[in-house]
């Protein structure tokens, strides 16, 4: 039996059941940081030598030579040409579907000229090197390599730098195959803490960045956050959330599964279901008590429903997008009739989903659209992962004599006011001399 937590907007209290309910502070292991710290201090120092002892002690094989940690582009080759022809077509049409999404997201430089002749613009360019974190061991992504390398690409990123943990030197040909497709330059079999130094201070083998992104466990992302300053990071991710507002009209079995499907992920995730209608809410309850037994990982299941889910009644449908952006939630399912009519009121949620048949696991793999998404409700103020995040943007200003002087008098007069003389005297000796 699983027991979820049912909440109605109607009662008395439920605005504080449903804070409580979101409310889920993250928790810093000092020791985790403590060890963290020491890894990336004696990376910092030893570089080399550090990540080969780091890597034998921790992942379990070691190299003789700290060249062989890196992964030849050769093996990514027979990686791809040698996976099920099944795996490469999917990773083929996901890294398609991807590319083309993220093209739509490219922005360009732009400059106008005024009329005195003053140009004021913005140029863009690439980040010059991005370095990439992929899980590995019992844990192995690809999507997540096509998710975050491709953009990267379609940004114009030169040079993409990918590490993996491979535990025992094992290495995982799904995850090579998506790098070989998603246009890696330089793989690297390390990982955790060590593999976030290695990238953010450089080595004699492993180049800095100039940002970091992916995934990883709690010791990868106390280092993220350790790093950054140093170098960008994307984002540090909580765990995986679903909200789902549902008309009462869709099957309940498919509510249930995906309701499933993101509390598999972990037992601190979170899956929550809005409706207005009470019964369909416990026709979705006798669903979830029916299926979950036959899920393999039932008793994470299990656990994340109980201690984070929740099946919420309201009033409206209106009501539930007031709810929606309250919770701000990672993914947004709108399983309605007319998701049309809800979706542009909707305005905190990392993807939304629209439609009956449109699951979030086909955003998760290849529908297009990142999944690297903000969690713990910072959809308020974060978007997905995206070519602009691999993009930066310097302004463009050049004076012709005319508008250096014009405006030179207004900056003097400013400058005064700020009491800096200098910044003054800089405008004034190009102000024309009208006399």
């Known amino acids: 039996m699983t027991d979820i937590t049912r909440l ?13 309910l979101l409310t889920r502070e993250a928790e810093y292991d000092r020791q985790i940081d403590a060890t963290v710290s020491d890894i990336i201090a004696d990376v910092r120092t030893r570089g080399n030598a550090a990540l080969m002892e780091l890597t034998a002690r921790l992942d379990g094989w070691s190299v003789s030579d700290a060249a062989d940690m890196e992964i030849p582009a050769a093996r990514c080759d027979v990686a791809l040409e040698t996976i099920p022809a099944k795996q490469r077509a999917a990773l083929e049409l996901s890294a398609e579907r991807i590319r083309a999404y993220a093209k739509h997201q490219k922005i360009g430089s732009w400059s106008y000229t005024e009329a005195d002749g003053t140009l004021l613009g913005q140029q863009v360019m690439p980040l010059d090197r991005v370095g990439l974190y992929v899980p590995g061991g019992k844990a192995a992504y690809p999507s997540s390599v096509l998710m975050n390398a491709i953009p990267a690409k379609v940004a114009g990123v ?29 793989v690297f079999a390390i990982g955790g803490a060590q593999a976030i130094a290695a990238l953010a201070w450089g080595t004699a083998t492993i180049p800095s960045v100039d940002k970091i992104v992916g995934p990883g466990n709690a010791w990868v992302a106390a280092a993220k956050r350790m790093v950054f300053g140093k170098v960008g990071i994307d984002m540090i991710a909580g765990p995986s959330e679903i909200l789902v507002i549902c008309d009462g009209r869709t099957d309940p079995d498919w509510i249930a599964v995906d309701l499933f499907s993101q509390a598999e992920h ?80 909707i305005r905190h949620a990392g993807a939304i989903f ?82």
């Open 8 to 20: 109605d907007s109607r009662d008395e209290g439920f605005r504080e059941a449903l804070e409580q």
């Open 266 to 345: 972990d037992e601190d995730a979170q899956s929550i279901l809005i409706s207005p209608d009470a019964n369909f809410l416990s026709r979705v309850e006798e669903s979830i008590r029916r299926l979950l037994p036959e899920m393999p990982r039932a008793d994470v299941i299990r656990a994340s429903l109980q201690g984070q889910g929740a099946l919420i009644a309201v009033r409206d449908l209106e009501e539930a997008v007031d709810l929606a952006n309250v919770i701000a939630p990672e993914h947004l399912e709108l399983s309605v009739e007319d998701p049309h009519a809800l979706v542009s009121r």
């Open 158 to 186: 030169p040079e993409l730098v990918m590490v993996v943990p491979t535990p025992g030197g094992v290495l995982n040909d799904m995850v090579l195959a998506a790098a070989r497709l998603a246009g890696v330059d330089r």
């Open 354 to 435: 629209m439609g009956r048949y449109t699951a979030e696991v086909l955003g998760d793999y290849c529908a297009g659209p990142n999944h690297v998404l903000p969690t713990s409700r910072t959809a308020r103020f974060s978007s997905p992962l995206g070519v602009y995040d691999f993009q930066k943007r310097s302004s463009l200003i050049q004076c012709s004599p005319g508008s250096a002087s014009e405006l030179g008098k207004s900056a003097a007069v400013l400058a005064h006011g700020e009491g800096l003389t200098a910044h003054a005297r800089s405008a004034e000796v190009r102000i024309k001399d009208d006399g």
